[in-house]
Protein backbone atom coordinates (compact mmCIF):
# COMPACT_ATOMS: atom_id res chain seq x y z
CA UNK A 1 0.00 0.00 0.00
CA UNK A 2 1.66 3.76 -0.96
CA UNK A 3 2.47 6.24 1.91
CA UNK A 4 2.48 9.79 2.47
CA UNK A 5 4.61 10.17 0.07
CA UNK A 6 3.69 7.94 -2.79
CA UNK A 7 1.73 10.02 -5.23
CA UNK A 8 -2.25 10.06 -5.72
CA UNK A 9 -3.97 9.90 -8.74
CA UNK A 10 -7.77 10.59 -9.03
CA UNK A 11 -9.63 11.16 -12.40
CA UNK A 12 -7.16 12.58 -14.33
CA UNK A 13 -4.67 14.77 -11.82
CA UNK A 14 -2.32 13.35 -9.80
CA UNK A 15 -0.90 14.66 -6.74
CA UNK A 16 3.30 14.07 -6.08
CA UNK A 17 1.80 13.32 -2.54
CA UNK A 18 -0.91 12.59 -0.07
CA UNK A 19 -0.26 16.08 1.60
CA UNK A 20 -2.96 18.47 1.60
CA UNK A 21 -3.19 22.09 2.81
CA UNK A 22 -6.58 22.28 4.15
CA UNK A 23 -9.30 25.18 3.08
CA UNK A 24 -8.16 27.94 6.33
CA UNK A 25 -10.22 30.91 5.96
CA UNK A 26 -7.81 33.89 5.91
CA UNK A 27 -10.85 36.71 5.51
CA UNK A 28 -8.76 38.85 4.11
CA UNK A 29 -10.92 39.60 0.78
CA UNK A 30 -12.44 42.74 -0.34
CA UNK A 31 -15.56 42.27 -1.51
CA UNK A 32 -15.15 38.64 -2.76
CA UNK A 33 -11.49 40.15 -4.68
CA UNK A 34 -8.38 38.76 -4.16
CA UNK A 35 -5.96 41.09 -2.37
CA UNK A 36 -2.11 41.22 -1.38
CA UNK A 37 -2.60 39.05 1.11
CA UNK A 38 -3.64 35.96 -0.74
CA UNK A 39 -1.07 35.34 -3.37
CA UNK A 40 1.94 35.22 -0.86
CA UNK A 41 0.06 33.43 1.22
CA UNK A 42 -0.88 30.47 -1.52
CA UNK A 43 2.30 30.52 -2.94
CA UNK A 44 4.40 29.96 0.11
CA UNK A 45 2.21 26.74 1.16
CA UNK A 46 2.75 25.24 -1.81
CA UNK A 47 6.01 25.77 -2.12
CA UNK A 48 5.79 24.02 1.08
CA UNK A 49 5.99 20.77 -1.07
CA UNK A 50 2.11 19.38 -0.88
CA UNK A 51 0.34 17.75 -3.00
CA UNK A 52 -2.48 19.63 -3.04
CA UNK A 53 -3.27 22.92 -2.11
CA UNK A 54 -6.84 23.82 -1.41
CA UNK A 55 -7.76 27.72 -1.09
CA UNK A 56 -10.44 28.41 1.80
CA UNK A 57 -13.56 28.73 1.40
CA UNK A 58 -15.14 31.16 -1.39
CA UNK A 59 -18.48 32.13 -1.23
CA UNK A 60 -20.91 31.20 -4.42
CA UNK A 61 -22.59 34.53 -3.95
CA UNK A 62 -22.12 37.53 -1.35
CA UNK A 63 -24.99 36.49 1.17
CA UNK A 64 -23.63 33.38 1.29
CA UNK A 65 -20.12 34.72 2.94
CA UNK A 66 -18.85 34.11 6.47
CA UNK A 67 -17.86 37.43 6.79
CA UNK A 68 -17.80 40.39 4.29
CA UNK A 69 -13.96 39.47 4.15
CA UNK A 70 -14.28 35.85 2.74
CA UNK A 71 -13.37 35.37 -1.21
CA UNK A 72 -15.85 34.98 -3.74
CA UNK A 73 -16.72 33.59 -7.38
CA UNK A 74 -19.89 35.09 -7.63
CA UNK A 75 -18.54 37.61 -10.72
CA UNK A 76 -16.63 36.99 -13.68
CA UNK A 77 -14.80 40.06 -11.89
CA UNK A 78 -13.53 37.43 -9.18
CA UNK A 79 -11.89 34.97 -11.55
CA UNK A 80 -8.34 37.08 -12.34
CA UNK A 81 -7.12 37.28 -9.29
CA UNK A 82 -7.93 33.57 -8.12
CA UNK A 83 -6.60 33.20 -11.64
CA UNK A 84 -2.84 34.17 -10.43
CA UNK A 85 -3.41 32.10 -6.88
CA UNK A 86 -3.85 28.84 -8.79
CA UNK A 87 -0.65 29.55 -11.39
CA UNK A 88 1.63 29.86 -8.39
CA UNK A 89 0.07 27.14 -6.82
CA UNK A 90 0.90 24.92 -10.08
CA UNK A 91 3.87 26.72 -10.64
CA UNK A 92 4.85 25.33 -7.07
CA UNK A 93 4.32 22.08 -7.84
CA UNK A 94 0.94 21.49 -6.22
CA UNK A 95 -2.14 20.84 -7.47
CA UNK A 96 -4.33 23.99 -6.99
CA UNK A 97 -7.58 23.06 -5.09
CA UNK A 98 -10.61 25.26 -3.96
CA UNK A 99 -13.34 24.76 -1.75
CA UNK A 100 -16.76 26.56 -2.78
CA UNK A 101 -19.54 27.23 -0.15
CA UNK A 102 -22.25 29.34 1.21
CA UNK A 103 -22.37 30.02 4.83
CA UNK A 104 -26.13 29.90 4.75
CA UNK A 105 -27.20 30.78 8.71
CA UNK A 106 -23.62 31.20 9.70
CA UNK A 107 -23.31 34.12 7.34
CA UNK A 108 -22.86 37.92 7.71
CA UNK A 109 -20.78 37.70 11.06
CA UNK A 110 -17.05 39.26 11.70
CA UNK A 111 -13.76 37.16 11.66
CA UNK A 112 -13.11 35.13 14.81
CA UNK A 113 -10.20 37.58 15.57
CA UNK A 114 -13.21 40.55 16.01
CA UNK A 115 -15.67 37.76 17.76
CA UNK A 116 -17.02 35.87 15.56
CA UNK A 117 -20.60 37.45 16.27
CA UNK A 118 -23.54 38.45 13.57
CA UNK A 119 -22.91 41.97 12.29
CA UNK A 120 -24.95 44.44 13.82
CA UNK A 121 -28.12 44.97 11.94
CA UNK A 122 -27.61 48.76 11.98
CA UNK A 123 -24.03 47.68 10.80
CA UNK A 124 -23.62 48.96 6.55
CA UNK A 125 -22.22 45.61 5.97
CA UNK A 126 -25.06 43.93 7.47
CA UNK A 127 -27.18 41.75 5.39
CA UNK A 128 -30.00 39.14 6.10
CA UNK A 129 -28.50 35.84 5.81
CA UNK A 130 -30.77 32.34 4.60
CA UNK A 131 -31.56 28.90 5.30
CA UNK A 132 -33.31 25.89 4.54
CA UNK A 133 -35.95 27.15 7.95
CA UNK A 134 -36.18 30.29 9.85
CA UNK A 135 -34.37 29.01 12.97
CA UNK A 136 -31.38 30.79 14.91
CA UNK A 137 -27.87 28.72 15.55
CA UNK A 138 -28.50 29.43 18.99
CA UNK A 139 -31.87 30.62 20.68
CA UNK A 140 -30.30 33.35 22.00
CA UNK A 141 -29.26 34.74 19.13
CA UNK A 142 -31.55 37.38 17.43
CA UNK A 143 -29.51 36.45 13.79
CA UNK A 144 -32.56 34.57 12.18
CA UNK A 145 -32.50 33.65 9.24
CA UNK A 146 -34.54 33.86 6.35
CA UNK A 147 -36.51 30.37 5.26
CA UNK A 148 -35.61 29.95 1.56
CA UNK A 149 -37.96 29.85 -1.10
CA UNK A 150 -37.91 27.55 -4.10
CA UNK A 151 -36.89 30.13 -6.04
CA UNK A 152 -33.67 30.92 -3.36
CA UNK A 153 -32.67 27.40 -3.65
CA UNK A 154 -32.85 27.34 -7.77
CA UNK A 155 -30.56 30.31 -7.44
CA UNK A 156 -28.25 28.90 -5.04
CA UNK A 157 -27.68 25.95 -6.92
CA UNK A 158 -27.26 28.10 -10.11
CA UNK A 159 -24.76 29.82 -8.23
CA UNK A 160 -22.71 26.74 -7.12
CA UNK A 161 -22.95 25.92 -11.22
CA UNK A 162 -21.71 29.32 -11.98
CA UNK A 163 -18.93 29.44 -9.77
CA UNK A 164 -17.73 26.27 -10.61
CA UNK A 165 -17.18 27.15 -14.11
CA UNK A 166 -15.52 30.35 -13.02
CA UNK A 167 -13.57 28.17 -11.08
CA UNK A 168 -12.67 26.09 -14.36
CA UNK A 169 -11.97 29.01 -15.84
CA UNK A 170 -9.48 30.37 -13.18
CA UNK A 171 -7.17 27.24 -13.99
CA UNK A 172 -8.05 24.71 -10.58
CA UNK A 173 -8.40 21.55 -11.02
CA UNK A 174 -9.51 19.81 -7.98
CA UNK A 175 -13.31 21.02 -6.40
CA UNK A 176 -14.41 20.85 -2.81
CA UNK A 177 -17.93 21.63 -2.31
CA UNK A 178 -18.67 22.99 1.24
CA UNK A 179 -21.07 20.52 2.65
CA UNK A 180 -20.11 20.72 6.51
CA UNK A 181 -19.90 22.87 9.49
CA UNK A 182 -23.85 23.68 9.69
CA UNK A 183 -23.39 26.20 6.30
CA UNK A 184 -25.94 26.28 3.99
CA UNK A 185 -25.93 22.77 2.44
CA UNK A 186 -24.88 21.08 5.75
CA UNK A 187 -28.00 22.62 7.35
CA UNK A 188 -30.38 21.16 4.67
CA UNK A 189 -29.14 17.64 5.78
CA UNK A 190 -29.76 18.61 9.38
CA UNK A 191 -32.27 17.72 11.20
CA UNK A 192 -31.73 20.25 13.56
CA UNK A 193 -32.14 23.05 11.05
CA UNK A 194 -34.59 21.60 8.23
CA UNK A 195 -37.99 22.06 9.26
CA UNK A 196 -39.22 22.35 5.74
CA UNK A 197 -42.45 20.53 4.45
CA UNK A 198 -41.79 20.78 0.63
CA UNK A 199 -39.59 18.16 -1.33
CA UNK A 200 -36.39 19.59 0.58
CA UNK A 201 -37.83 18.69 4.42
CA UNK A 202 -38.43 15.67 6.22
CA UNK A 203 -37.09 12.41 4.96
CA UNK A 204 -33.57 11.87 4.70
CA UNK A 205 -34.14 11.70 0.71
CA UNK A 206 -35.65 15.37 1.31
CA UNK A 207 -32.89 16.35 2.82
CA UNK A 208 -30.33 15.27 0.96
CA UNK A 209 -32.14 16.49 -2.50
CA UNK A 210 -30.18 19.95 -2.59
CA UNK A 211 -26.57 18.45 -1.84
CA UNK A 212 -27.63 15.50 -4.55
CA UNK A 213 -28.63 18.13 -6.97
CA UNK A 214 -26.20 20.38 -6.96
CA UNK A 215 -23.69 17.99 -7.28
CA UNK A 216 -25.38 16.88 -10.41
CA UNK A 217 -25.43 20.33 -11.54
CA UNK A 218 -21.88 21.30 -11.04
CA UNK A 219 -20.57 18.09 -12.08
CA UNK A 220 -22.02 19.16 -15.79
CA UNK A 221 -19.80 22.09 -15.69
CA UNK A 222 -16.87 20.50 -13.91
CA UNK A 223 -14.88 18.46 -16.72
CA UNK A 224 -15.09 14.92 -15.87
CA UNK A 225 -11.14 14.41 -15.68
CA UNK A 226 -10.90 16.42 -12.98
CA UNK A 227 -12.09 15.77 -9.02
CA UNK A 228 -15.06 16.40 -8.17
CA UNK A 229 -15.10 16.43 -4.11
CA UNK A 230 -16.87 17.83 -0.82
CA UNK A 231 -16.09 18.22 2.52
CA UNK A 232 -19.34 16.16 4.65
CA UNK A 233 -20.00 16.53 7.86
CA UNK A 234 -20.56 12.97 8.93
CA UNK A 235 -21.11 13.83 12.69
CA UNK A 236 -22.64 16.20 14.95
CA UNK A 237 -21.53 14.91 18.39
CA UNK A 238 -25.13 15.17 19.69
CA UNK A 239 -26.09 12.17 20.69
CA UNK A 240 -27.33 10.25 17.73
CA UNK A 241 -24.03 9.91 15.91
CA UNK A 242 -25.09 6.38 15.48
CA UNK A 243 -27.82 7.49 12.70
CA UNK A 244 -26.26 10.57 11.52
CA UNK A 245 -22.93 8.73 10.48
CA UNK A 246 -25.36 5.88 8.86
CA UNK A 247 -27.58 8.14 7.17
CA UNK A 248 -24.23 10.21 5.70
CA UNK A 249 -23.11 7.22 4.45
CA UNK A 250 -26.05 6.64 2.49
CA UNK A 251 -26.54 10.31 1.32
CA UNK A 252 -22.56 9.58 -0.19
CA UNK A 253 -24.20 6.85 -2.01
CA UNK A 254 -26.36 8.93 -3.70
CA UNK A 255 -23.82 12.04 -3.93
CA UNK A 256 -21.18 9.46 -5.66
CA UNK A 257 -23.85 8.52 -8.09
CA UNK A 258 -24.43 12.08 -8.95
CA UNK A 259 -20.80 12.80 -9.53
CA UNK A 260 -18.71 12.93 -6.67
CA UNK A 261 -15.54 11.53 -7.09
CA UNK A 262 -14.17 11.92 -2.92
CA UNK A 263 -15.21 12.53 0.31
CA UNK A 264 -13.57 15.12 3.01
CA UNK A 265 -15.13 14.13 5.61
CA UNK A 266 -15.72 16.70 8.35
CA UNK A 267 -17.97 17.43 11.20
CA UNK A 268 -21.33 18.75 11.35
CA UNK A 269 -21.32 21.96 13.50
CA UNK A 270 -24.83 21.94 13.55
CA UNK A 271 -25.41 22.92 16.90
CA UNK A 272 -23.46 23.74 19.66
CA UNK A 273 -22.66 21.00 21.09
CA UNK A 274 -19.26 19.92 23.07
CA UNK A 275 -17.40 17.92 20.74
CA UNK A 276 -14.72 15.25 22.15
CA UNK A 277 -11.43 16.61 20.81
CA UNK A 278 -8.67 14.09 20.43
CA UNK A 279 -6.09 13.48 18.33
CA UNK A 280 -6.95 11.84 14.48
CA UNK A 281 -10.26 11.68 16.08
CA UNK A 282 -11.77 11.47 12.17
CA UNK A 283 -9.57 8.89 10.87
CA UNK A 284 -11.82 5.84 12.15
CA UNK A 285 -14.65 7.53 10.89
CA UNK A 286 -13.37 7.94 7.15
CA UNK A 287 -11.73 4.22 7.39
CA UNK A 288 -15.13 3.50 7.80
CA UNK A 289 -16.95 5.88 5.28
CA UNK A 290 -14.62 4.65 2.59
CA UNK A 291 -15.08 1.14 3.12
CA UNK A 292 -18.98 1.34 3.17
CA UNK A 293 -19.44 3.70 0.31
CA UNK A 294 -16.25 2.99 -1.97
CA UNK A 295 -15.38 6.57 -2.41
CA UNK A 296 -11.71 7.50 -1.49
CA UNK A 297 -11.66 10.01 1.54
CA UNK A 298 -9.31 12.87 3.00
CA UNK A 299 -10.00 13.34 6.57
CA UNK A 300 -8.53 16.54 9.00
CA UNK A 301 -8.72 17.76 12.56
CA UNK A 302 -5.58 17.38 14.92
CA UNK A 303 -3.62 15.34 12.65
CA UNK A 304 -0.05 16.58 13.26
CA UNK A 305 2.26 13.28 13.01
CA UNK A 306 3.48 12.47 9.88
CA UNK A 307 4.01 8.72 10.77
CA UNK A 308 0.57 8.36 11.86
CA UNK A 309 -0.09 10.08 8.93
CA UNK A 310 1.34 8.03 7.09
CA UNK A 311 0.16 5.16 8.16
CA UNK A 312 -3.39 6.08 7.57
CA UNK A 313 -2.61 5.74 3.99
CA UNK A 314 -0.07 2.57 4.21
CA UNK A 315 -3.37 0.73 5.97
CA UNK A 316 -5.92 1.94 3.60
CA UNK A 317 -7.72 4.01 6.14
CA UNK A 318 -7.10 7.90 4.11
CA UNK A 319 -6.65 8.49 0.55
CA UNK A 320 -5.21 11.74 1.44
CA UNK A 321 -4.50 13.92 4.71
CA UNK A 322 -5.69 17.41 5.36
CA UNK A 323 -3.54 19.37 7.70
CA UNK A 324 -4.15 22.89 8.46
CA UNK A 325 -2.32 24.62 11.43
CA UNK A 326 0.71 22.40 11.07
CA UNK A 327 1.23 24.67 7.42
CA UNK A 328 0.07 27.70 8.93
CA UNK A 329 2.46 27.07 12.05
CA UNK A 330 5.19 26.08 9.37
CA UNK A 331 4.52 26.35 5.68
CA UNK A 332 7.50 24.01 4.76
CA UNK A 333 6.34 21.30 7.41
CA UNK A 334 6.39 18.59 4.39
CA UNK A 335 10.67 18.95 4.87
CA UNK A 336 9.91 18.01 8.23
CA UNK A 337 7.49 15.14 7.32
CA UNK A 338 9.89 13.51 5.19
CA UNK A 339 12.91 13.55 7.30
CA UNK A 340 10.58 11.81 10.15
CA UNK A 341 9.29 9.79 7.42
CA UNK A 342 13.77 9.06 6.66
CA UNK A 343 13.02 10.27 2.60
CA UNK A 344 16.41 10.30 1.03
CA UNK A 345 17.30 13.97 0.52
CA UNK A 346 13.83 15.13 2.18
CA UNK A 347 14.70 18.92 1.59
CA UNK A 348 14.25 17.82 -1.87
CA UNK A 349 10.48 18.48 -0.89
CA UNK A 350 11.06 21.58 -1.55
CA UNK A 351 11.89 23.97 -4.86
CA UNK A 352 15.50 23.74 -6.17
CA UNK A 353 16.84 27.56 -4.49
CA UNK A 354 15.82 25.95 -1.07
CA UNK A 355 16.72 22.81 -1.57
CA UNK A 356 20.05 22.64 -2.96
CA UNK A 357 21.28 24.41 0.18
CA UNK A 358 19.74 22.90 2.70
CA UNK A 359 20.72 19.79 1.21
CA UNK A 360 24.45 20.62 1.45
CA UNK A 361 24.06 22.34 4.63
CA UNK A 362 27.20 20.06 6.29
CA UNK A 363 29.35 22.12 3.34
CA UNK A 364 29.98 25.20 2.14
C1 LIG B 1 -15.25 27.84 6.19
C2 LIG B 1 -14.98 26.95 7.34
O1 LIG B 1 -15.44 25.84 7.38
C3 LIG B 1 -14.09 27.46 8.44
C4 LIG B 1 -14.64 28.73 9.07
C5 LIG B 1 -13.70 29.20 10.18
C6 LIG B 1 -13.44 28.08 11.19
N1 LIG B 1 -13.00 26.86 10.52
C7 LIG B 1 -12.65 25.77 11.46
C8 LIG B 1 -13.77 25.51 12.43
C9 LIG B 1 -14.89 24.80 12.04
C10 LIG B 1 -15.90 24.57 12.95
C11 LIG B 1 -15.77 25.01 14.23
C12 LIG B 1 -14.63 25.69 14.63
C13 LIG B 1 -13.62 25.95 13.72
C14 LIG B 1 -13.92 26.39 9.50
Known amino acids: MPGLFDPYTLKG ?12 CQYMAREGL ?4 HLPHYTSLARGGAGLVVVEATAVSPEGRITPGDLGLWSDAHVQGLAAVARSIADAGAVPGIQLGHAGRKAGCTPPWEGGAPLPKADPAHWEPIAPSALPLIAEQPHLPRAMTGADIRRVQQDFVDAAQRTHDAGFQWLELHFAHGFLAQSFLSKHFNARDD ?3 GSLENRARFLVETVAAVRQVWPASLPLTARLGVLEFDGDDGMNLAESIEVLAHLKAAGLDLVDVGIGFSTLSPVPWAPNMLVPVAERVRRETGLPVATSWLITDAKEADGFVRKGQLDLVMFARRFLDNPHWTQQAARALDLPKPSWVLPSPYAYWLENWATP
Request: net charge positive; aromatic share 10%; no cysteine.
Open 13 to 24: ITLRNRLAVSPM
Open 199 to 201: AYG
Open 34 to 37: VTDW
